[in-house]
């Protein structure tokens, strides 16, 4: 059971967002209480716009207003390290919390002991690494301030009340997933992590060159352990920042390695850049793995011009990732695996494939893995594996490039197996292919002018189509009775001289607002959002067009004023749109809250019938009157219908047309759908026919 922290605040400022964190609510609910709560804390500092306050006295405030979210720990801790000030210093805090950490685990002194002082925090690193020592040491003050003695507080709790390797780890993944946008570290996911490990196997000696806050390494160190062998593990990273972190992280596992019995060497970690500044240039690991940045055409090029790395080839200038590569290959043991991370253009640009072909003629690269795109955040593409080995003149020449693509199986089967079972295969000489996955592909048919080695353009796709022939005759029948369907769904309409619509009095619906005939409503808070996480389901601008029901929302804060429900005969038309769109609520969209983007006419149903009204207000001339240019730039519209005036017809007339409007409406859901599937009918045939299993009738 975990408790509230003491001096859970601390001598700190606090901006509206943090206090929302404190209170786990939204900002909007903390602007609320500004203004309605007159014993609320004043500023102290920052501006109009974005105040501070005094952490002691919002602490107070929310603790007698029940306001106060009791959280755990950890998440006290991390909440410290988020709100710390300059935020640019957020990482140097979240190292000198895992430096604490990590003394504290050798001891036993009980959570409510005096805080060690920076020097003696700087003491025992020492004894334990005088590299670790150094690292931490530049980020050490004479004594701490009121923050960071605050912050080392709690975690001084935290060591006391659970592991603390498991304690730095847990604010290590919300930095890496929170802090994100400011730092800029582009982690590796466990998922693709274990799946780079699974490719370069185990040994003695483990390098990462461009380690980040070193997931990868970690991993491999723990993966050790677990299996009761030793790894030493070695990195160079260039921000010092991300070395602390990494070599704290390793430095957990080695005590545990330690503790364990096991005979294990402490982790080497150095700060620099690897390709201009090699800080371990005699090393050869026996798995080397890497996330490398992307991109970075300043890399020294013109510095490394004749570096005897580049036994493959000199890298272009353009081709950062190459040099990446070679120098992984620098570092490998004869009988080693060095596995890394590509951009997917660095298997097909034109300026690098000199020495893509020489990595694949002398047997260096062994294997070509294309992952699922998104897999890689913030990136969206999918990012390709490589795997190298160093090629051995003593041994037969191997089979060929392996080329593996989990693009599509990884949809079913996890991405470890996938691979996992082809690299198998491939290295007992086992060249069967799996249609659509892998192949194993020989040299010569790579060496063309282009040297392209991207994994779709060598593997047999599967001679499955999505449909077979008769189920695509049997999609022609009723997509013929779908387009029947279709025909009916129009009102039955005729030529008229004079309608009645034509002749009637026109009534402006300011007016009708203004007597109570017609309410007009929108969603009051401007920060909810949506999602499937929750049974609060909220109706979005999407769910007017395509007429489904509303999606679920998880982003209310207690004082939030909740948006009007929708009922039943409400019409409800976008803010923001191309024309004007207006539908009678459907039944699946009675009950759920108005969202953003969407306002609600409601309507008077003893004067008025809503379809006839969501008819005529939905009048292309009217886009005219009711629209004002947005301010997205996009070339849509606001749309006021305030502005708007609407036929005044007796309520039986009004029906009339509103059930041909409701009729119009339901049409213009089902041509959507039927573009749709005739989309997909038209590929289906296409694939039938290319694939010989259709033909032409004469």
């Known amino acids: 059971m975990?408790?509230?922290?003491?001096?859970?605040?601390?001598?700190?400022?606090?901006?509206?967002?943090?206090?929302?964190?404190?209170?786990?609510?939204?900002?909007?609910?903390?602007?609320?209480?500004?203004?309605?709560?007159?014993?609320?804390?004043?500023?102290?500092?920052?501006?109009?716009?974005?105040?501070?306050?005094?952490?002691?006295?919002?602490?107070?405030?929310?603790?007698?207003?029940?306001?106060?979210?009791?959280?755990?720990?950890?998440?006290?801790?991390?909440?410290?390290?988020?709100?710390?000030?300059?935020?640019?210093?957020?990482?140097?805090?979240?190292?000198?919390?895992?430096?604490y950490l990590l003394v504290r685990s050798q001891q036993n002194e009980p959570a409510d002991e005096a805080l060690l002082t920076p020097i003696q925090l700087a003491t025992r690193l020492a004894a334990l690494d005088p590299g670790l020592a150094e690292l931490v040491g530049d980020l050490l003050p004479k004594q701490w301030t009121p923050q960071l003695t605050t912050l080392l507080r709690t975690v001084n709790q935290l060591a006391f009340e659970q592991a603390p390797e498991a304690a730095?780890?847990?604010?290590?993944?919300?930095?890496?997933?929170?802090?994100?946008?400011?730092?800029?570290?582009?982690?590796?996911?466990?998922?693709?992590?274990?799946?780079?490990?699974?490719?370069?196997?185990?040994?003695?000696?483990?390098?990462?060159?461009?380690?980040?806050?070193?997931?990868?390494?970690?991993?491999?160190?723990?993966?050790?352990?677990?299996?009761?062998?030793?790894?030493?593990?070695?990195?160079?990273?260039?921000?010092?920042?991300?070395?602390?972190?990494?070599?704290?992280?390793?430095?957990?596992?080695?005590?545990?390695?330690?503790?364990?019995?096991?005979?294990?060497?402490?982790?080497?970690?150095?700060?620099?850049?690897?390709?201009?500044?090699?800080?371990?240039?005699?090393?050869?690991?026996?798995?080397?793995?890497?996330?490398?940045?992307?991109?970075?055409?300043?890399w020294g090029h013109d510095r490394?011009?004749?570096?005897?790395?580049?036994?493959?080839?000199?890298?272009?200038?353009?081709?950062?990732?190459?040099?990446?590569?070679?120098?992984?290959?620098?570092?490998?043991?004869?009988?080693?695996?060095?596995?890394?991370?590509?951009?997917?253009?660095?298997?097909?640009?034109?300026?690098?494939?000199?020495?893509?072909?020489?990595?694949?003629?002398?047997?260096?690269?062994?294997?070509?893995?294309?992952?699922?795109?998104?897999?890689?955040?913030?990136?969206?593409?999918?990012?390709?594996?490589?795997?190298l080995t160093q090629p051995n003149p003593q041994q037969p020449p191997t089979a060929g490039l392996l080329v593996v693509d989990t693009t599509t199986a990884s949809k079913t089967r996890p991405l470890n197996d996938i691979v996992g079972t082809a690299w198998r295969a491939y290295l007992s000489n086992d060249t069967a292919e799996e249609p659509g996955v892998h192949r194993t592909v020989p040299a010569i048919d790579v060496l063309d002018d282009q040297v392209d080695l991207t994994p779709q353009r060598y593997v047999p796709q599967p001679n499955e189509l999505a449909a077979t022939p008769a189920q695509i005759l049997a999609k022609i029948s009723d997509f013929d009775e779908l387009l029947e369907e279709l025909r009916r769904g129009l009102p039955p309409v005729q030529q008229v001289h004079t309608a009645a619509l034509h002749a009637a009095p026109q009534a402006d619906i300011a007016d009708l607002i203004r007597s109570g005939s017609i309410s007009v409503h929108r969603a009051t808070s401007r920060t909810r959002s949506v999602s499937t996480a929750s049974d609060n389901a909220v109706l979005t601008a999407s769910n007017i067009l395509s007429g489904r029901s509303a999606a679920g929302s998880n982003d209310q804060a207690e004082d939030d004023h909740p948006g009007p429900r929708v009922q039943a005969g409400d019409i409800l038309i976008p803010i923001i749109a191309r024309e004007i769109i207006a539908h009678v609520a459907t039944p699946e969209q009675i009950g759920a809250e108005l969202g953003p983007g969407v306002q609600l006419m409601r309507v008077d149903t003893t004067r008025f019938d809503p379809w006839f009204v969501a008819g005529v207000i939905s009048r292309t001339d009217n886009l005219r009157v009711a629209g004002r240019a947005s301010s997205t730039g996009s070339g849509t519209l606001r749309i006021d219908i305030r502005r708007l005036t609407i036929p005044v017809l007796p309520l039986d007339q009004q029906q009339t047309y509103g059930q041909a409007f409701h009729q119009l409406a339901a049409f213009r859901t089902r041509l959507d759908q039927a573009a749709a599937t005739g989309t997909a009918l038209a590929r289906d045939i296409a694939d039938g026919l290319t694939a010989g299993v259709l033909g032409v009738s004469p």
């Open 168 to 298: 730095f780890e847990y604010l290590h993944n919300r930095y890496v997933t929170s802090a994100n946008p400011l730092s800029g570290l582009a982690g590796t996911p466990d998922s693709v992590a274990e799946v780079m490990l699974a490719l370069a196997g185990t040994g003695a000696r483990t390098l990462d060159f461009t380690s980040g806050t070193g997931s990868i390494l970690r991993m491999a160190a723990d993966l050790a352990l677990k299996n009761a062998t030793i790894t030493r593990c070695y990195a160079q990273e260039i921000k010092p920042q991300y070395a602390l972190i990494t070599l704290l992280r390793l430095w957990f596992v080695h005590l545990r390695a330690r503790r364990a019995g096991h005979p294990a060497e402490p982790p080497v970690v150095h700060v620099g850049d690897s390709l201009l500044a090699d800080a371990l240039p005699d090393l050869r690991a026996d798995v080397v793995v890497a996330n490398f940045p992307f991109g970075i055409h300043d």
């Open 304 to 387: 490394l011009a004749y570096d005897p790395r580049w036994t493959y080839g000199l890298p272009p200038r353009t081709e950062p990732e190459l040099a990446w590569v070679q120098h992984a290959l620098a570092h490998l043991s004869p009988d080693g695996t060095a596995v890394v991370l590509m951009p997917p253009a660095a298997a097909l640009r034109p300026a690098g494939r000199r020495v893509r072909a020489e990595l694949v003629r002398r047997g260096a690269l062994r294997a070509v893995i294309a992952l699922p795109a998104g897999l890689m955040p913030p990136t969206g593409i999918g990012l390709h594996v490589w795997v």
């Open 2 to 99: 975990t408790r509230e922290p003491n001096m859970a605040i601390g001598d700190a400022t606090l901006t509206a967002s943090g206090i929302a964190r404190l209170a786990n609510v939204g900002r909007a609910a903390v602007s609320n209480w500004r203004r309605r709560y007159a014993d609320f804390p004043s500023p102290v500092g920052g501006t109009p716009t974005s105040p501070s306050f005094d952490a002691r006295e919002v602490e107070q405030w929310l603790r007698q207003h029940g306001r106060l979210h009791r959280a755990s720990i950890e998440q006290w801790v991390w909440r410290h390290i988020e709100s710390y000030q300059p935020a640019a210093q957020i990482t140097d805090a979240l190292g000198i919390c895992g430096a």
